[in-house]
């Protein structure tokens, strides 16, 4: 449900919802730039002599000449923007881990993994757990890209391999559709009951790629697939037939809670491109009133609270009701 985006996005959806003041302005609000006439002499003596030496040529509109041709002015012959080391990448694999948003699909699964294990959940059935979030996971950020391809493309946004035509969106269904066939066996082996939540809070997850996602209630698909977490781990056990106990209802609160931070967090670094689209979600219209730092750093502090917290009633009353 979550992208990614350029991490320059905070400075320019700070500078969007300001006025940059150019020029002066007189009583009748004409605007007047002045200019120095000696200055300009001296400036146009001196690229004489430039172009004197360094062999330039101009025609009588100004235009650079080149071996008798005109240099034409425009982006075609404007340097491409570095995109870094992954921007260069063209092993399908690679772009598909990219594509899968693979360090949001690696946390989620550690997180959750790790809650079954400090449930008293043995290695096993834990391991199983992390296996099974870690696929979910990426079959989220592989659909987020494939949707959002066009945006991505027309936004030029970086890291996206679908939207730049490093990796074909056929490759990426594909690759959906086989992870769809690992995760359901994996998800059975912790139980059906568990399986069933799971792939609840999975198919809650690519509706928010698509639907509610542009509106207020953006955080309502976050909510709820976060909130089914807690009783993914809680009923589930080893082997099909394994039935657990439900969760606290705290544990599942905070948890629905901790989805909102994180789509809070997440949404920060596309607030631009999101605003020039007109989207009127939550995070865009906080972000245009407080700004995109202040934004990031609230959502921040509120997740690191809904962690502690969940860590805390964690340790009080357990995942579980006995």
Not at 114 to 133: N, W
């Amino acid at each position: 449900m979550g992208v990614d985006r350029d991490e320059g996005a905070l400075d320019d959806v700070d500078d969007d919802v300001q006025t940059d003041e150019v020029g002066e302005t007189d009583g009748a609000g004409e605007t007047h730039v002045a200019e120095d006439e000696d200055d300009a002499e001296y400036d146009e003596e001196y690229g004489q002599e430039y172009d004197a030496e360094y062999g330039e040529e101009y025609d009588e509109d100004g235009q650079l000449v080149d071996d008798g041709e005109l240099v034409e002015d425009g982006p075609a012959h404007d340097e491409p923007r570095s995109r870094g080391f992954f921007a260069s990448l063209q092993w399908t694999p690679l772009l598909l881990l990219q594509a899968a948003h693979a360090k949001q699909a690696i946390v989620t699964a550690l997180a959750v993994g790790g809650v079954a294990a400090l449930a008293g959940r043995p290695a096993k059935e834990s391991a199983v757990v992390l296996l099974t979030v870690l696929v979910g996971q990426s079959i989220l950020g592989l659909h987020n890209d494939i949707v959002d391809r066009e945006r991505d493309a027309a936004h030029d946004t970086p890291g996206k391999p679908i939207a730049d035509g490093r990796l074909d969106p056929g490759a990426a269904w594909y690759a959906i559709v086989v992870a769809g066939l690992i995760l359901v066996p994996l998800a059975v082996t912790t139980g059906w009951t568990a399986c069933a939540i799971y792939l609840v809070s999975l198919c809650v997850g690519l509706l928010g790629n698509v639907i509610l996602r542009t509106g207020f209630l953006s955080w309502v698909p976050w909510a709820i697939s976060y909130g089914l977490l807690p009783a993914y781990v809680s009923y589930g056990g080893w082997g099909g037939q394994a039935v657990g106990e439900p969760p606290e209802t705290v544990i599942t609160v905070l948890a629905a809670l901790l989805g909102i931070g994180v789509h809070f967090m997440r949404a920060v670094w596309g607030l631009v491109a999101d605003h020039e689209d007109g989207w009127t979600y939550l995070p865009l219209k906080l972000g245009l009133k407080l700004g995109a730092t202040r934004l990031l750093a609230l959502s921040t502090l509120y997740t690191v609270v809904i962690v502690a917290l969940l860590a805390y009633f964690g340790a009080k009353v357990g995942l579980s009701q006995s």
